[in-house]
């Protein structure tokens, strides 16, 4: 069963743009989530979603948001880049959206760059 | 929130080596899970573990919930042990997602 797959993998903006990255979760898992890793911050969680609906967000500016497809698949929007955000941006998936119950299983990440 | 507190911070082993990492927590936790960080970013699962003992090659992982604590054992390390190793866990629903501790990295060496 193919893992979790996330692209771009890498990604250059310039501050004010705005980005979009795209996460395809494990065949027959609904819930994602995203999180973001800097060296300063470390892993945060961003949010989640199940069955195209937000469940939960983590503490992040307006300027993050996401949306999921019929199918499961996840994009996460960034608008109006800062410095700040360049980051590593994890995907995960799982069967269902209580993260209490349910292993998160991670893929490879989206190294952004703002500059 | 939860806190987690994983120790030690850095650790470098010679190849062949036993070691130890913890990972302590505030509270009593639903899901706990530990992973292995590879060079190129990706977080790679090793145990989903909110309680007792598991066993995988040369890995382990024990969670005593009761005190709020958490070990994964690598024994005969391998060069390819290297990188860095978070525990990740969950006490109230998922509303906060998964929270990460801020890892150990470890550092096999030849």
């Known amino acids: 069963k193919a893992g979790v797959t996330q692209t771009p993998r890498y990604l250059i903006k310039t501050r004010g743009q705005q980005v979009t990255l795209s996460c395809s979760p494990i065949?027959?898992?609904?819930?994602v989530s995203w999180y973001q890793q800097t060296p300063g911050q470390g892993l945060q969680f961003l949010f989640e979603?199940?069955?195209?609906?937000?469940?939960n967000k983590g503490n992040f500016p307006g300027r993050f948001s996401g949306r999921q497809f019929s199918n499961s698949r996840s994009e996460m929007n960034v608008s109006t880049l800062e410095l700040g955000d360049s980051a590593l941006y994890l995907c995960?998936?799982?069967?269902?959206?209580?993260?209490?119950?349910?292993?998160?299983?991670f893929g490879p990440g989206t190294r952004l760059t703002v500059t | 929130g939860i806190q987690v507190e994983q120790s030690p911070p850095d650790l470098i082993l010679q190849e062949g080596a036993n070691s130890t990492l913890r990972c302590n927590f505030s509270?009593?936790?639903?899901?706990l899970q530990w992973f292995h960080q590879n060079p190129w970013g990706q977080l790679i699962n090793l145990f989903y573990?909110?309680?007792g003992t598991k066993q995988n090659g040369r890995l382990s992982a024990t969670t005593v919930a009761t005190e709020r604590y958490s070990l994964l054992y690598i024994s005969s390390s391998q060069t390819t042990d290297s990188g860095v190793y978070f525990c990740a866990l969950d006490s109230g629903g998922g509303a906060d997602g998964l929270t990460f501790g801020k890892g150990t990295h470890l550092i096999i060496q030849p």
């Open positions: 573990i909110p309680s």
């Open positions: 509270d009593s936790v639903n899901n």
């Open positions: 065949s027959g898992h609904r819930s």
């Open positions: 979603y199940f069955s195209e609906t937000q469940r």
């Open positions: 995960a998936s799982s069967l269902a959206y209580r993260i209490s119950s349910y292993e998160q299983y």
